[in-house]
């Protein structure tokens, strides 16, 4: 299944996609949040549907954040060789986690609004991982057991605030608007390999990332299995594994950032993309 949902910014209804179309779940669940993906929503939406007339949904329509607001986002630095090159860092032998506010979740063509005082608002494709049963000290083999789907996410990125303010990289990545979710979560089944996956982004139509998800330091199992042993993964939380090379950090012969009016498109195979405009925050 493909998981949407769709209406004004936070009064989102629970939608899916069925071949080209939208259709309103919203009398089958109340939404995609902790309780849908840990009751065993999945199966029941997709039992329901069968059966089910659903209200078709114009495609016009805003599409909001594919989930709820999760407990948390985890995120994975550094989980491309050639993003840890072009911003000079080693390898990592052990994936780099960090967090990033729940509060920075928007719909995937929203808006992205420059923080105050930002200098170096940078882009980062990524894939996220949709946790879909509780999961700690969880083995590798079975951690795809844990897993709902998949979602297309854009990791917005401070990096003054973020490398150069001391302390840990979650300032650089919080700001309200840094995390377009979507256009909607793709369940497993979905997708034929999630570990052959192209990423795309580009920036007022000029390609800037392009790589693959086959070149994933650490790949999706283990991610999963990794995490749990520091942390409990509830259902609905979101593990967004990293960025290939081309972020605005890493451009050469200078580094180069976001400005008021740059238009960032995005996407993966499979996942859709996304589009968003930059805005300034003194414009809104």
């Keep these: 299944m493909k998981l949407i949902r769709f209406g ?12 080209d179309n939208y259709y309103d779940v919203s009398a089958l669940v109340s939404d995609y949040n ?32 594919a989930l709820a607001r999760p407990s948390k986002i ?24 960090f967090f990033k506010a729940t509060s920075a979740i928007v719909g995937p063509n929203d808006d992205l609004v420059i923080p105050k005082n ?17 999961a700690s000290y969880v083995s590798e083999e079975n951690a795809l057991d844990h897993i709902a789907g998949y979602v297309l996410h854009n990791d917005y ?38 570990h052959n996956l192209r990423l795309w982004l580009t920036v007022n139509g000029k390609t800037l990332q392009d790589g693959n998800t086959s070149n994933l330091i650490f790949n999706v199992p283990f991610m999963v ?19 290939p090379a081309g972020v605005g950090l890493g451009q050469k012969p200078e580094p180069w950032y976001l400005k008021p009016g740059d238009v960032v498109e995005l996407g993966i ?15 809104i």
């Excluded at 939406?45 to 599409?63: F, H, T």
């Excluded at 930002?118 to 509780?134: F, Q, R």
Aim: hydrophobic share 40%; charged share 25%; glycine share 10%.
């Design 74 to 97: 985890i995120c994975v630095g550094l989980n491309y060789k050639d993003h840890a090159a072009e911003t000079n860092a080693p390898i990592p032998t052990e994936p780099i986690l």
């Design 269 to 283: 195979d499979g996942l859709g993309s996304s589009k968003q405009i930059v805005k300034s925050y003194s414009d």
């Design 8 to 19: 004004e910014a936070g009064a989102e209804k629970p939608g899916v996609i069925i071949g």
């Design 34 to 65: 902790e309780a849908f993906f840990g009751g065993d929503g999945l199966a029941e939406l997709k039992s329901a549907i069968a059966s089910a007339d659903l209200p078709q949904v114009d495609k016009g329509v805003r599409l909001g954040p």
């Design 225 to 243: 299995s990794y995490i749990s042993q520091f942390m409990t993964l509830l259902p609905g939380d979101v593990i967004t594994t990293g960025t």
């Design 157 to 194: 990125s401070e990096r003054e605030f973020q490398l150069e303010r001391n302390g840990q990289w979650v300032k650089g990545k919080s700001a309200d608007t840094f995390a377009p979710i979507g256009p909607f979560i793709a369940t497993q089944d979905e997708i034929a390999d999630v």
């Design 118 to 134: 930002s200098k170096k608002t940078d882009w980062e494709v990524e894939l996220a991982i949709v946790i879909g049963k509780k």
